[in-house]
């Protein structure tokens, strides 16, 4: 895996244009945006979106080059970054090109947002990532892409179920 500082920078400016401006998206969304999306894209492609490393912090998996990609934005002017009530926001006016992403990718991208944004504070989603992948590394050590599917260990039910008894039927499988 080879961490892309492009591809990284163009999804957290994405994000921060499609959603900075929400009220109370802030670090800790983005921070949560990027490490499903990532996830997610990795789990299903079998392949990395950015190459970003995540480590275990606090509330949850972050981004090791999330602090240098997102100084250098803000340094070039492509993103504003404040403080308003002791959560960090940010802004951008500027569209960016993410011509370099494959629609499942964006698909991916656009879902964390969305999600995140629409069905939860910075608190619970923070309690989403605290799961047994974050809980077994050390503070400060990596959290391997995989380890998003730590607690989703369990009994298709439903659709699910159906889709699994098909698949295993297909594939001769008891």
């Not at 998996?61 to 999330?66: A, C, F, G």
């Not at 990609?69 to 009530?85: H, N, Q």
């Not at 926001?89 to 500027?94: A, G, I, L, S, V």
Request: glycine share 8%; hydrophobic share 40%; no cysteine.
């Amino acid at each position: 895996m080879q961490f892309n500082s492009d591809k990284f920078g163009r999804a957290l400016h994405y994000i921060v244009w499609k959603a900075g401006n929400r009220p109370g998206f802030g670090a800790t969304k983005l921070n949560k945006v990027l490490w499903f999306a990532d996830a997610r894209v990795y789990v299903l492609h079998r392949g990395y979106m950015t190459g970003a490393t995540y480590i275990r912090e606090k509330h949850g998996p972050v981004p090791k080059q999330l602090v240098p990609i997102r100084t250098a934005l803000e340094k070039a002017g492509i993103i504003e970054v404040w403080t308003d009530r002791g959560q960090t926001r940010f802004r951008t006016k500027t569209r960016p090109d993410m011509s370099i992403f494959s629609a499942d990718e964006m698909k991916a991208i656009d879902f964390w947002i969305d999600e995140i944004d629409k069905e939860h504070t910075a608190a619970s989603i923070s309690e989403k990532t605290h799961d047994y992948g974050w809980d077994i590394a050390k503070m400060g050590e990596e959290i391997p892409l995989y380890a998003f599917l730590a607690e989703r260990v369990r009994h298709p039910e439903g659709d699910e179920l159906e889709w699994a008894r098909k698949a295993a039927e297909r594939l001769g499988l008891p």
